[in-house]
Structures are given as C-alpha cells and as structure tokens.
C-alpha cells in the first residue's frame, strides 16, 4: 500500500515539475514578444540606436532568444531571479518586501472564506432542493457571473464614496492597531471573499451530493443512522478529496482575482509590483512574478491531487 501511495505522490509531483517547466517556457516567449523593451523605457523615444544597442548589450537583451530562456531557467533553479532592468535590484529583494502583503491578504481572505464556503455547501447539499438551498445556490451563480473589478469598484462608491465608512486605498504601512486593521483589509478581503465563497460553495455542493447520492448512503441510511452521522461519518470523509480539490481551486483564485484587487486599491503586493513591471518593461520582474504564480497555482492544485489521492480508501486498503 505505501509503495502504491509513493508511486502515485512521486507521479504528481513530477507532472506537477515537468508544468512548471512548460509553464516557465510559455512566460519567457510571452514575455519576450512584448512590445518595447526596459531599454527603450529607460532612455525613451529620443534615444539613437546606437545608444539603444548598447544599453540593450549591458542589459543582456541581443542574445540569442534560446540562450537567454537557458540562462534565465538555470537563474531559476538556483534561486537567483535576475536583476531589475529599472530599479536596478535584485528582483528577490522586491519581491521580498511585497510578498509578506500579498500572503497576509490571502490567509486573512481564506480564514474568512474556507469555513463560510464550506458551511454554506455542506448545508446546501443536506438540505437541497429546500428554500435555503435555492436561495444560497441563486447568490452564488449572481456573484459568479459579477466580474471581480465591478464587485471592487461598487465596494468603494458604496462604503468609501457615498458612506465614508472606510477608505478607499488599503496602505498597510499605517497600521498600528486591530482598528485599522480592519479598515485597511476590509474592502479588499470583502471584494475576494465574494468570488471564493461562490465558488468554493458551490463545488462543495456537488460534491457531497454526489456521496449522498452514493448506494453506500442508503445502506447506511437503511441501518439507522441519523443524517447528521450519515453525513458527518460518512459522505465527508469521501468527499475529502473534491472538496479539497474546491478549496484548492478557489484559493488560486487568489492568484489571479488578487492582481485586480490589488491594483484598485492600491494594495502594496506581488500583483500590483507585476503590473508595475509590465509598465515599465521590466521583463526580469515580470518573469519572475509570473512564475511565482504560476508555482503557487501548480502546488495548491498538487496539494489537493495528493489530499484525495491519501483520503481515498481504494488507494489506503489495497
């Protein structure tokens, strides 16, 4: 059984690797198609092409496209991600002084997001087909289908704009007590959690039906159990592992649905120095941002393969 397991780890990590490898191709020819470059961002429209040519040689950028991708993935695995063509840094060192904020958005949005989200699928599925499983299950696809920028922009003319409850911008700087705090987190946790809980709800729902409408339920039904162990001891541990799966899907969400949140509220994290980079043409930090999400994507939806994969009794009993 170990070896079993051990074999089925071992394969999703490595298709987990062998992505990312593909990934990081895709982002380097993306990137490099790019329309201008940092050294005509730097010197400007006015600059001469010899200038230009050797401000691009300084900065590595006539090499060959196929030498540059080789130099840039072994930069990769050694943990070294280049320099910024702008600021003239490490992009480690910027990425380092804005990831904390981007991690402390997504943990605050997930403490808030998980057990809602869960709570509401649960009870949708056990009560399904009941006033509360229409009406959560008609708010969920209505917030869905809202794009997450028009959630953002309604939070702000809402509580910012016309009620002066909280500000309109989150700078995390400031903060010295729980108070602001709160004001500072409240718009951009409450504009992702929207999204994450729909989602994240509804996927749960489906899959607790599915174990409900299991035949294994009704055995266990027909032996008297009640519908909360019938629930409890039985639909959820199967329906761990797309369950887990929904979390994992809906939290990288976060990776992509957080690049708006940040930059309309200004929010000091990696989404918003990656839209700075491509701004300012600084392909290094845009490459290495990219990648960072593209990683944490690819390992949330690895962990949830493997979660299922270890609470699947076919794969423990062999």
């Not at 006033?131 to 028009?150: I, M, N, Q």
């Not at 007590?177 to 996927?203: K, Y």
């Not at 392909?283 to 999400?293: E, G, K």
Request: glycine fraction near 6%; charge should be neutral.
């Amino acid at each position: 059984m170990n070896g079993i397991l051990f074999k089925l780890v071992a394969q999703r990590v490595g298709l987990a690797l062998l992505s990312l490898l593909a990934v990081s191709a895709v982002v380097f020819a993306i990137t490099s198609v790019l329309p201008g470059d940092a050294a005509q961002e730097q010197l400007g429209q006015e600059a001469t092409p010899e200038v230009l040519a050797e401000l691009r040689a300084q900065l590595g950028l006539d090499a060959p496209a196929h030498e540059r991708y080789l130099r840039w993935l072994g930069g990769l695995a050694q943990g070294d991600l280049g320099v910024s063509s702008t600021a003239r840094v490490p992009v480690v060192e910027l990425i380092a002084s804005r990831l904390p904020n981007s991690l402390l958005l997504a943990a605050v949005t997930a403490l808030f997001s998980v057990p809602i989200a869960l709570t509401l699928g649960i009870s949708a599925a056990v009560w399904r087909g009941s006033w509360f499983d229409r009406s959560v299950s008609t708010a969920a696809v209505s917030v869905v289908s809202v794009p997450e920028f028009l959630v953002a922009t309604l939070a702000v003319l809402v509580f910012a704009v016309h009620l002066r409850w909280l500000p309109a911008l989150s700078y995390v700087s400031d903060i010295e007590s729980v108070g602001q705090m709160l004001r500072a987190f409240a718009m951009p946790v409450v504009t992702l959690t929207c999204v994450i809980v729909a989602q994240m709800m509804r996927m749960t729902r489906a899959a607790v039906i599915d174990q409900l409408e299991a035949p294994y339920i009704e055995m266990v039904r027909l032996k008297g159990a009640s519908p909360m162990r019938t629930v409890l001891a039985h639909a959820l541990p199967n329906a761990v592992g797309p369950i887990a799966n929904a979390v994992a899907l809906s939290l990288s969400y976060l990776l992509g649905g957080v690049i708006i949140v940040e930059t309309i509220f200004n929010y000091p994290g990696i989404a918003k120095l990656m839209v700075e980079g491509v701004t300012q043409r600084d392909i290094p930090l845009v490459q290495a941002c990219t990648m960072l999400f593209c990683a944490g994507y690819l390992f949330l939806v690895t962990l949830a393969d493997l979660c299922g994969i270890v609470a699947n009794p076919r794969l423990r009993h062999a």
